[in-house]
């Protein structure tokens, strides 16, 4: 029985954009994104990741090739710019970027006004994003007086209160501590099982490998390939090439395997976490 080919939500064919200084930003890209799915890009610094997801929502406009959204061409009028950031949401890597009102109520209603929603919608909609990102008991705190990690929370409070169907993270985990970092994957796991897609840039290999559905790769501006993760280690030469590591744990699963455990057989799938390994490893030793 064949399966039903995933929806695309958005595509980029061909994509060039050229900074006014002439430094390149996106050079030929083409990348999709399936609904539902969770998506990383991955690339050295100035591969062009930012760049990619401000054309993502209309902030920069391609100067070759063809963005769609949910399979049209996207729309550069007023109107259209607005409906497509309604349904993509982008949130910066620096939150200070993105947080400019005085409580986190009223930064993360923004949005929601902004499209002409009533009052009374509104809050509604500000109130289920806080308690969705577990902020609700800070809407009438400054936003100065929160931390690093809680403005990252409220910048994503901020577009999921404008309930888009992706949502775009520019390094989301940069700057946060292990407890920070548990408590944003823990917003991002929900979120992904409400049904909403996620795209997110990221240096950590490790946290891609293990989270992500496919990964998408850029260096110099250009996508260079994607692919489903688990088939991450297929690709360590174009890993390589873009001067990018291997997960610690691929390296690892190498180097036992060389060694010849029943654990690691090459029947067997490779792990995608330490603790996965460490749980193969366990198993080969009480068989």
């Keep these: 029985m064949n399966r039903p080919t995933p929806e695309t939500l958005l595509e980029f064919a061909d994509v060039s954009f050229r900074y006014p200084d002439g430094n390149v930003g996106l ?20 591969a062009g990741k930012t760049t990619l997801f401000q054309h993502a929502n209309g902030l920069l406009r391609p100067q070759g090739g063809t963005i769609r ?49 009533d009052t009374a919608t509104a809050r509604q909609r500000v109130d289920k994003a806080l308690l969705a990102v577990g902020m609700a008991k800070f809407a009438d705190r400054p936003v100065h007086n929160l931390s690093f990690g809680q403005k990252k929370r409220v910048c994503i409070a901020g577009v999921l209160a404008m309930e888009p169907q992706l949502l775009v993270l520019d390094e989301p985990m940069a700057g946060l501590d292990h407890a920070m970092r548990q408590e944003l994957l823990a917003v991002l ?99």
Aim: with cysteine; net charge negative.
């Design 27 to 46: 050079d030929g890209c083409s990348l999709r994104i399936t609904r539902g799915s969770r998506n990383a890009l991955i690339g050295a610094n100035g």
């Design 69 to 117: 959204y949910a399979g049209q061409p996207i729309d550069y009028s007023r109107a259209g710019l607005r409906r497509l950031r309604s349904e993509v949401g982008l949130v910066f890597q620096n939150p200070d970027q993105q947080l400019f009102s005085a409580s986190v109520r009223e930064d993360v209603s923004f949005g929601p006004l902004n499209l002409g929603l």
């Design 189 to 287: 796991d929900d979120l992904h099982a409400r049904g909403i897609t996620l795209l997110l840039a990221t240096h950590d290999i490790d946290f891609a490998y293990r989270w992500t559905d496919r990964t998408h790769l850029i260096a110099g501006g250009a996508c260079t390939v994607s692919f489903a993760t688990p088939d991450l280690p297929h690709h360590a030469d174009a890993l390589e090439a873009a001067g990018l590591p291997v997960p610690g744990v691929v390296e690892l699963h190498r180097l036992l395997r060389a060694h010849h455990l029943p654990a690691v057989a090459k029947d067997i799938p490779a792990p995608r976490s330490v603790g996965e390994l460490i749980t193969l490893l366990n198993q080969g030793k009480d068989s």
